[in-house]
């Protein structure tokens, strides 16, 4: 064993290699670690944070989507309502109308049915008397018994 | 068959590998002939482990700052990594360790003493012969030395007691440093004198707490020193046998230099681990300011 200065040179760059490690590099890599666990931390706080406001944000969702049905339900119902009353009113003009239809067609048929009669009535009369001339010869002429044709006729 | 020649080449063969190469002053100036190491006195360097330390400080140093321009927080990769996986295991030890005073200096410091000795024993595991016969090549090609065998070459800087023990002294500088800093002369003073035994038997006090603070660098430099240094003879020992002209020797010899080889890594880390270890230890004690 032989102990010389080789001792003293080797404590000499310990302390050397020592102070650079202190200067140059310990701090860096610690900075960096430090700054990496923070990043972590507040990454996991911000996620913790998300989460809650997901968890609000469905809370909110779920409400409104309740209120949305609901509102949709009445709206529904409204509509329902409105269509029916649209229909019974639609259906009572109609049956209005109907009868109004009606009644003029009945009307019309009786004006009709009267013509009719009235012309019947004429011809009748007028086919008996130019019977009844033909018989009687000129006994009866029309111009006489205008009376008792048209008397005839009301009769028929 | 143990010839005489025989026995001399492997008394030699030990001898060459456990001799540094050593530059010093001599009466006719200065010189790096090991032969003439007696005539150096202290002021003499051993190049090669002195070369070594330093180039795997600069390893060190290298490894962990080329990363650095590109560190990144987001996925850190490749070198970062690794170089943020020693820093936090060291962070944590110093941590677990140091719970009441704090001190900016004791992690760098414990990641230094870590990376640098774990570097420098690693050099044990390359096979004893490349890196001397490489450089006795070198010397013998550049006329240095005549032959590659004169050049005298130890790769593994912690086999050497002047760089465990010049680590050590660093550290032991800095214990009492601190505890002066710490606890202030008179503290300190009194620490080492005035227990176990009160104020009545301070001579014996200063014995034992003497010794006792001595004895910290000294066995923190030795420990390194005596398990590097055993796993390295055990090396040369087991090379040895690759000198015998005999294959099944030989094979039994390769066979068992893996079987060391493996089992020396843990040696390795643990070693480098203990002195770290023991380095934040003591520096945490001499922080500590509660009386006793």
Not at chain 1, 65 to 85: G, T
Not at chain 1, 135 to 156: C, F, M, P, R, V
Not at chain 2, 101 to 109: R, S, T, V
């Amino acid at each position: 064993m032989n102990i010389n200065a080789t001792l003293l040179g080797q404590t000499l760059a310990f302390v050397l290699f020592v102070a650079i490690c202190w200067r140059y590099v310990w701090p860096p890599i610690i900075a960096i670690m430090e700054e990496r666990e923070k990043r972590i931390s507040d990454g996991l706080e911000a996620a913790k944070k998300a989460n809650d406001s997901l968890e609000e944000a469905k809370l909110n969702y779920e409400a409104e989507l309740d209120k949305a049905k609901s509102e949709s339900a009445d709206i529904v119902e409204k509509a329902n309502q409105r269509a029916s009353q649209i229909i019974s009113e639609a259906k009572t003009k109609a049956e209005a109308e109907a009868e109004k239809i009606i009644a003029s067609a009945n009307k019309n048929l009786e004006a009709e049915i009267n013509k009719t009669k009235e012309a019947l009535r004429k011809d009748v009369s007028e086919i008996i008397v130019s019977t009844t001339e033909k018989i009687l010869g000129d006994e009866i002429s029309h111009e006489k018994h205008e009376k008792i044709i048209s008397e005839a006729a009301q009769k028929i | 068959m143990a010839t005489e020649s025989s026995e001399i080449t492997t008394t030699g063969y030990i001898e060459h590998h456990l001799t540094n190469l050593i530059c010093g002053k001599t009466e006719k100036g200065w010189t790096c002939d090991p032969y003439l190491a007696d005539q150096m006195g202290f002021w003499s360097f051993h190049v090669d482990s002195l070369g070594w330390s330093v180039f795997l400080g600069l390893v060190f140093i290298g490894l962990f700052r080329m990363g650095i321009p590109k560190l990144s927080t987001e996925a850190p990769s490749g070198i970062q990594n690794f170089v943020e996986m020693c820093v936090e295991f060291v962070n944590e030890n110093v941590q677990s360790i140091f719970t009441s005073a704090k001190n900016p200096i004791i992690g760098p410091m414990a990641l230094t003493v870590l990376v640098w000795v774990f570097l420098m024993n690693l050099m044990d595991l390359v096979p004893v012969d490349y890196l001397p016969t490489l450089a006795g090549n070198i010397a013998a090609f550049t006329g240095l030395v005549e032959e590659p065998g004169d050049a005298y070459f130890k790769v593994v800087p912690t086999t050497d007691p002047n760089i465990t023990l010049g680590m050590a002294l660093a550290v032991f500088v800095l214990i009492i440093f601190y505890s002066i800093k710490m606890k202030g002369l008179k503290g300190f003073v009194a620490e080492l004198t005035l227990h176990p035994f009160g104020k009545y038997l301070i001579p014996v006090n200063f014995v034992l707490e003497f010794v006792n603070l001595i004895a910290k660098p000294i066995s923190l430099g030795l420990r390194l020193f005596g398990n590097l240094y055993a796993g390295e003879m055990i090396f040369i020992l087991i090379a040895l046998m690759l000198v015998f002209n005999s294959i099944a020797i030989g094979l039994l010899g390769v066979g068992l230099h893996i079987i060391w080889a493996l089992f020396h890594i843990l040696i390795l880390a643990l070693q480098a681990f203990i002195f770290m270890v023991l380095t934040i230890v003591y520096l945490a004690m001499a922080h500590e300011t509660e009386d006793h």
